[in-house]
């Protein structure tokens, strides 16, 4: 078990789930020092962790995790103990239009963050990876769930360069030694959420009375995970989980994306006829569904956040920070969605 007084690098700490992990690591852990290395891509957004800037053991350094000069020169300024490695490409339409930068983010820039790990020494290298590499299950056989003996089985360009890197990240335990561990969790929701995922993009055209465009029949399911709930799993394994390991995060809560849809419409006193279903994404995965009994076995870790409160603590928070979504949505972002929705 770690527990003295670390230094972390948290990579994509300016994104959605970094950020939370960021705020949650700040606060139960007031004596360590916490980088965030960020690229600040479209996803990444510097205002989210203004909270924090000014606190005396937290940086934040703009810099690509593909960047070997800028990384090695983080390690041998900071020296870290534990890296936790969030940055990636992470959107699964974005990967279909376009998959060579999430081959470049999520596989080279593992491999770089590394081989930093190798040359100057840590304690613990945590990747964050997801449920999509095991592929999906079908609809009709709700007995079957996720474990971390599921084969790989990827379905988009995202999933498989997640894949690739978690492959990467066992390779180089078993040649290298280097002390790894890799956390797959199911979808997450909550605040700082950007607003091209389901949850976020939904409540934000509710909001405005825009079409909700649902792909299909809306009948995939999801497994959803409220976003604290993931960085105490983390936070878990970076300090007890064992070497090597992979662990698997998921609430049991599977839900048609359809029912989301119809939930934040109630929620937010919104007619259902703004559903608009849309063609569907290419190759989508049926369903989602984690079985988490590793990490509750070994580590102790249950979710804590019921969806039906979680999902209201996420709509206030979206009713709260309008001016944070509506300036994304009002940038380059917009640009994206006129050329992905034709409604
Ligand atoms: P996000 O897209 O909101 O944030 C990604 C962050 O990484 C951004 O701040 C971005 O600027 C940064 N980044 C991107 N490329 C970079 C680069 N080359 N160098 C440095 N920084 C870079 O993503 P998220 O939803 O917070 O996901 C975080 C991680 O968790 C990802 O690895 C993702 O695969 C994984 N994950 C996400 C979910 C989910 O539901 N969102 C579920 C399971 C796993
Ligand atoms: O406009 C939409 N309409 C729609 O019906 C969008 C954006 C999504 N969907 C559907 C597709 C999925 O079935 O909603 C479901 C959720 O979609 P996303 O929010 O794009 O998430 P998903 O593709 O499931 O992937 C997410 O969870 C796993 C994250 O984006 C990944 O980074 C994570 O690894």
Redesign the pocket.
Known sequence: MINKIMTIII?????????NFVFHMLKKYPDYRIIC?????????LSTLAPVMENSNFRFVK????DREAVYKLFEEENPDIVV???????VDRSIEDPGIFL???IM?TATLMNACRKYGIVRYHQ?????VYGDLPLDRPDLFFTEETPIHTSSP?SSS?AAADLLVLAYHRTYGLPVTIS??????GP???PE?LIPLMIANALNDKPLPVYGEGLNVRDWLYVED?CKAIDLIIHNGKIGEVYNIGGHNEMKNIDIVKIICKALGKLESLITYVSDRKGHDMRYAIDPTKIYNELGWRPETMFKDGIHKTIQWYLDNKEWWETIISGEYQNYYDKMYDI
């Open positions: 990579t994509g700490g300016a994104g959605f789930i970094g950020s290395l960020d690229k600040l891509t479209y996803a990444g957004n810099a690509d995790i593909c490695n969030f940055a990636a490409e992470s959107h470049q983010t999520n820039g964050v990876s997801t449920d999509e995202y997640k797959r969790c199911s979808n997450n929701y700082y959420h950007f995922k993931h």
